[in-house]
């Protein structure tokens, strides 16, 4: 499958998404459209798993080359994440954001569709090049989660709706997004010793990776220092940011200028 | 991590907070004001033997002092959770005036402040220097000693519950200090070499000053693999490429086929990827890769079908073109798949090893590393000189010991964090 049947399969999913979130209502009391709903809902995601293989088939190099890729791949995972959530925390309003993010990163792609390429500059040729970009984009998935629900977890703090087990989930969720970070960030020196000669230069792509590190290791020197999970949420909500800039942001700094991790897409 | 205590009264509430936080300042001004003193001089890591006994002494003194004044409130405060929060802080706001101002870099031996000019206030400063400025290096120096301290609490007594603890902790340590100290020995040096000739000259990366290496490289081969040549439409008004229907840029291979909505659409009849033109100008395929790709299209324009040769050209050939309409149908050389060069390594005490040097797989000989660095890009595919990149790094090994002690740190941490969440 090449970019042409992209905006098909885009749609598709996002229908299964829309169309299994709108079923939630009447399988509030209904039981089998609840199964309905579910079905739905991971068709949705299915869909984007079936494309971005067939992709990477007819690519014939991995589809994590440009930011439209790691959109894809992005989109493709974030839903999951909510579902995992639902069915281990048994909080159903995750989900809903987690499907509107991919939707909107779909819609981003939508509207800035990449070239179909199959170059691969020698450099990214490499046994580091997946399991590198792969556990990022996991990392990144599971901390926007948990940014999301951090602002979720904020509103409902305002609201005088404090849920503790939400706040849990929301630390759980970073936790784990920090151990992937980390695994990301050491499989990415490793390869910069084997690709470029040195682990680490001080690129602007690897400062700002630096950065985002720092972020999420205060955010859990915080929580052992028992700071207020209220104030956490508020943390987490805006830690993402950070990674943002990192993932995309830091190519319109000033100091891009001389990075070897410039994308384009 | 997430169980780290605070050890002591000095170190506990908000007061502990403020006095972290004006102690970062304090180091930030004082790194700020040694750099003003020096008009942005930045810090010279010192060399060997001096790197080494001042990590020994740095590692003894924080040894020492979590031993002997584990309960003194001064000490327990220096290793607390609060001070170690805020130079965290001050060590990521350091590196985003890094990560967002252009960053200096050297270029013929000169210092290049990319966009400030000596004696503006951020060369001054060393903004654009950051990662070898004095604020930077206090603000880490300091950060070692907060987190040694509290390594050296959690390692005495021994107690195998503090182990992830340990191995996180103390690989940072380790992989800090070391990739810290360890950069004023780390050397990098290119070795250009041209095919059929053997060379012991380098230059150093950052100087360009030349010396001896204690081998020589002889290139016995120096060879690229390029992706096949591709077919665009090229508009000459906006100088861009016009997208196909398929969304693609056309890898040329006999047979394939492309379309212009409104244009016209193209077939190729024939490719040759190494071809040289016959003393009447059509393309003979040759041996080797001493031709230029060419290929055979034919182009339906409006129902007028017309049959060309197009090339991407090369050194002393021009690139051939067609129109098509308003546009033109160009042939774009292929991108570098992969290069690399076959070498012998010869050593001063007369040893010699044959090597394959490719991007992504370096070659150890003696202590160093040789890379696949690059080639003559302007003569292209056609380079008969290769970029060798040697690299010396004697403190890699400690580095790595810091890396995979953080990667088994964290593996612990995540399988504690899943049982956690289990239980929550």
Known sequence: MTLVEFPAMALA????????????????????????????????????????TSYWIALERPPLRTLGETRLWYATLIPVVGFLVESRYRIGWLKYYCMGLAALFLGINYMNPDVFQKALMPALQSVWFVPHVVVYLVAYVLLAASAVSGWHNVILNFRDKRSAKAESMSHYLALLGFVLLTFGLIFGALWAKEAWGHYWTWDPKETWAFISWLAYLGYLHLVARKTDPKTLQWYLGLSFFVLLVCWFGVNYLPSAQNSVHTYSG | MAEKKSTGKAGSGQAGFNGAALFTLAAVLAGLGIELMTTGGGLAIPGWPFNLVFLLLFGGAILAVGLIFREHPMVTWLGGIPLGLSLIVGLALLSFVGGVLPQESVVNGVL?????????????????????????????????FNLGLTLVWKTFPFRLANLQFMLFHGGFWIALSCGLLGNSQLQRFVVPIDEGRATNVAYDRDTERALHLPFSIFLKDFQIDQYAARLALYDPRTDQVIESNSKQMHDISKGATAEWPGVGSLTVLDYFPDALPDSHGIPVPVEGKNGFPFARVRLEVGGVVSEHWITSGGPQLKPQFVPMGDYYIVMAEGEPKAFRSEVMVMGEGGERVAALLEVNKPVDFHGWKLYQMGYDEKAGRWSTLSLVEAVRDPWLPAVYVGFFMIMAGNLLFFWKGIKKMEEA
Do not use: N, Y
């Open chain 2, 112 to 144: 290049q402040h990319e966009k400030f000019p000596t004696g503006s206030l951020v060369a001054s400063l060393r903004l654009d220097g950051m990662f070898s400025s004095w604020p930077f290096a206090l603000v880490t120096l300091f950060f070692l």
């Open chain 1, 13 to 52: 999913a996002v229908v299964c998404w829309l169309v299994g979130s709108l079923l939630q209502i009447p399988a509030r009391t209904t039981k089998a459209l609840g199964l309905l709903s579910w079905s739905f809902m991971i068709s949705g995601t299915l869909v984007l798993v079936w494309f971005l």
